[in-house]
């Protein structure tokens, strides 16, 4: 039955299906003046496919015990997954509870607890599928690159609200681009924004957003732990139409760590490399915060717990950290936190010889964890026609 309904969806849509699929999930929410009724996103993958409505159920997938559960998903979920959604989750709460009685920008406490979030949200952004994708979530927590620049004239409108009107249930239907942890960053570093008072709009903004944040750690994390969780480990079920045979999962997880890396690649150090005659510094990732490298340096801890956690054995393992090792070395040696030396030549040419370590990690991953798990890299919205 599952075979005719995908032969089916064939035929009516035109698309032939290969494996797990990548789409960018539609955003409920959007700007309501100017040019910035459009936010896209950045093209990232959803992997998999995506069935109607969220993957953030409690509900049980039928034939769970009478089937075997693959041992390397099993464990990549309990060993890596969950306990870094907890953490997240755990940073985030932590966050709003700070928020709240150390609202301004030029609090320490607040300052440190919003940095803790982004460590721990680059230990769980390589997770492109299910409840993180689903209702464009990601978006919602780190909407980044923000190629348009909606977000300093969607913060603006924001902050000029009545405090009283800015609640993390109004957050719900507001722009990403006011959402989420580059929201705050801008709120809490960005010159234009930062020198607000407490009973500011941008004070209520601060405490609407973190809470709003708090709230999707917590249901991507409740997604894993329990729906998604046993859909992933049940492929081939009557009734999962997500994941159709024993070897999608695996995929989906490998797909989505390929992806992340290939972010790096062409968004965190392509973006502000831009091209030779026309640098982009400015378009570094957490620029205003000084952390572009250390967050690159936290994506790259995030794709090692992942890639380590899919190896099936020994001796895969071992060659995947000494690769991340060599490019988390090469990484360390760059003395610019914030790319700024991709104007200079030199500078240039250290930045460019980062990201060539990283395509160098790219090319080992793909030639050992993919042969070792039996798969290879799924299709995804970046990859053209």
Known sequence: MRLLCRLACTALTGVVLLGPTFGTPALAQSDTAQSDTAETPPPVASIAREPSGDSTGDA???????QDVDPVVDHVIEAVI?????AFARSTAALARTAETECLASSEPLRAAWAQAVDDWL???????????DQGR???????????????RALARLIATAPAKITARSMTTAPVSVRGLYAIESLLFDPRFSNYTANSGACAAVRAISADLADLADIVRDGWAGNFG???????????TRFLDASEPRQALYTALISSLGFDINERLGGPLGTFDTPRPKQAESRL??????????ALDGHEALALGLAPDDRTRETLATSFANARAELEALDDPILAGVADPMGRFRVES???SLMQLE????ATLGPALGVSMGLNSMDGD
Do not use: F, K
């Open 123 to 133: 230990m769980i952004e390589d997770y492109r599928l299910g409840p993180l994708e």
């Open 230 to 240: 046993t859909t992933m480990r049940t492929p081939g079920a009557p009734d999962n």
């Open 363 to 366: 090319r080992e991953i793909e």
């Open 354 to 356: 980062v990201q060539s």
């Open 60 to 66: 049980g997938m039928a034939g769970t015990a009478a």
């Open 82 to 86: 969950l306990p870094h959604l907890d």
């Open 138 to 152: 990601r978006y919602a927590i780190a909407y980044w690159p923000d190629a348009q620049g909606h977000r300093p």
């Open 289 to 298: 915060a000084g952390r572009s490298v250390a967050n690159l340096l936290g």
